[in-house]
């Protein structure tokens, strides 16, 4: 078979209340044994949250077993 990639979040909901956690960072990482081409950050409501301390890119590839991080701020 061929192999596949296969994303995995640390996190599948962003919870921003007002507690006092503005900000919650987010784990990305490929599982599978391919690559994941073309990376794409999910779209948000700026100017209400604001992407930061990002180690992902949108268009990049993640290689498999690689990790990379971006953080929601509100």
Not at 16 to 34: D, E, H, K, M, R
Request: proline share 8%.
């Amino acid at each position: 078979p061929t192999p596949t990639a296969n994303l995995v979040l640390s996190s599948g909901t962003v919870s921003l209340t007002n507690s006092g956690n503005f900000y919650q960072t987010i784990t990305v990482t490929n599982s599978g044994a391919a690559p994941a081409t073309n990376l794409q950050l999910p779209a948000i409501s700026a100017p209400l949250y604001l992407y930061s301390l990002n180690t992902c890119v949108s268009g990049q590839t993640l290689a498999p077993g690689a990790s990379c991080s971006y953080s929601v701020a509100y």
